[in-house]
């Protein structure tokens, strides 16, 4: 959860020189540009995102998941990274002053607009900008 906030929270805090953010560590620790840093964090993303569902089903399956209180346990976390996930999705905090969500879930997304939309295909520059 923190590691998509910290996605969609970087134009922000670039902004206000807040340097205690995924992107800007992995820019100044591993000496990334922006654009192999937001790589490497969704590669981060997936890999972390993978590991949760394994390790969840992994337990679910076995002895403890017939546990009622585990099952639960399990069914809040699940609808707590999916509510955090869906509230990013919904709020100007992360897109910026005007932003109004449109319902897109996924797309491309640019970090150095004033305000970043998540669009179907790359917004293209015309050449000499």
């Known amino acids: 959860m923190i590691l998509v906030n910290d996605l969609l929270s970087w134009r922000k805090e670039h902004a206000r020189d807040d340097t205690m953010n995924a992107v800007a560590v992995l820019r100044h620790n591993d000496n990334l540009n922006l654009q192999d840093a937001v790589n490497a964090l969704c ?3 997936e890999a972390e995102g993978r590991a949760y569902l394994d390790a969840r089903d992994l337990i679910l ?6 546990r009622p209180d585990v099952a639960v346990y ?14 990013r999705y919904l709020t100007p905090r992360y ?16 970090l150095t607009e004033p305000l970043t939309r998540l ?3 790359p917004r293209t520059i015309p050449v000499g900008m």
């Open 119 to 121: 669009r179907p295909r």
């Open 74 to 87: 399990f069914d809040a976390v699940d609808h707590l990274i999916g509510g955090t996930q869906a509230y």
């Open 61 to 66: 399956n076995g002895p403890l998941g017939t």
């Open 95 to 110: 897109f910026g002053d005007g932003y109004a969500p449109d319902g897109s879930t996924s797309g491309w997304l640019s």
């Open 43 to 45: 590669h981060l993303i």
